[in-house]
């Protein structure tokens, strides 16, 4: 992979985002709404599966609800199959007056590739997700790393690349999955110990997000261990100060983000207080508390 200037690419892509959530304001227009922006609160979601986990509501972090596929899929289901509608709607209806958002998780279905197969796939996460408003019109509904799509290696060659701008083809082809959002939820999970190229990564996923989202607010998946598909790192903690770099990072360029982990090959996992990816977080939580948080320019990356 070329090697590239991280400040210049955050520069590019955060111009882009700009443009685009204000194309056709006047400057004075453009000035409230980037108030409003810098105004917006900062959220964060708990999603951990941990067993024995205390209560963390009181470190500011909030709870969401997430409907899996084996919540939503009978046992045996085939997989390119529509789950019951009934049965879906039945979960929904007792969704009904939730506070907390409420996020469908199906990974089953490529958004990326051969265009019928992707039409299909957005057609069925559509379906679903408008049998769930039909039966619960007031939760906040979203699903979880539908647009963007996750592409790690054509988001990090940069807006001017062809290969970004066929990934950007490929979201605009999403279109329909993010109308039935209340607000999108990119998977910004780590893959590789590169924390320039995570940042890179992090920061288009983001801005396609935006792009697409129409206003609505972005929050980011984000988990404190690298991904399974890592055969040599897999589920491994990330470094403490790889952790922070990650939660500043979406600090700057997204609306709030989503905690998950705690699930292991043998199912959920024994909550460490002591974890140094647990310590990280407490830090960053209490600096938002106080607005005092570093940003990603203030943070040694390696």
Do not use: C
């Not at 590739?113 to 019109?137: C, M, N, R, Y």
């Not at 790393?145 to 940069?158: F, H, K, L, N, S």
């Amino acid at each position: 992979m070329q090697q590239f200037n991280l400040r210049k690419f955050q520069a590019v892509v955060m111009g882009l985002v700009l443009v685009g959530t204000l194309n056709g304001s006047t400057p004075v227009e453009a000035q409230a709404v980037a108030a409003a922006e810098g105004q917006r609160s900062f959220l964060v979601f708990d999603a951990t599966l941990y067993k024995n986990k205390p209560a963390l509501s009181g470190y500011s972090l909030k709870p969401i609800k997430l409907l899996y596929e084996s919540r939503l899929f009978p046992k045996g289901h085939q997989p390119q199959v529509l789950p019951p509608e009934q049965a879906v709607r039945s979960i929904a209806k007792e969704l009904r007056g939730t506070s907390e958002p409420v996020i469908v998780d199906i990974e089953r279905w490529p958004l990326k590739g051969d265009a019928t197969v992707v039409k299909e796939s957005v057609g069925k996460l559509s379906s679903i997700l408008s049998w769930i408003k039909a039966e619960a019109p007031d939760i906040h509904l979203g699903a979880y790393g539908t647009v963007p799509v996750r592409d790690y290696w054509r988001a990090v060659r940069g807006p001017g690349s062809k290969e970004y701008q066929a990934w950007q083809r490929d979201n605009d082809r999403l279109e329909e999955l993010a109308t039935w959002q209340d607000a999108l939820y990119p998977s910004l999970y780590t893959f590789y110990p590169d924390r320039q190229g995570w940042v890179a990564y992090a920061i288009a996923q983001l801005a396609e997000a935006k792009r697409k989202s129409n206003g609505k607010p972005v929050y980011a998946f984000l988990w404190p261990q690298y991904h399974e598909s890592n055969a040599t790192l897999r589920l491994k903690p990330i470094e403490a100060d790889y952790w922070e770099l990650q939660l500043n990072t979406v600090r700057q360029h997204a609306d709030g983000l989503i905690i998950w982990g705690g699930w292991g090959d043998h199912g959920p996992e024994p909550w460490n207080e002591e974890a140094p990816w647990w310590q990280v977080t407490k830090r960053f939580m209490q600096g938002l508390s106080s607005g005092q948080l570093k940003g990603p320019s203030q943070l040694a990356i390696q």
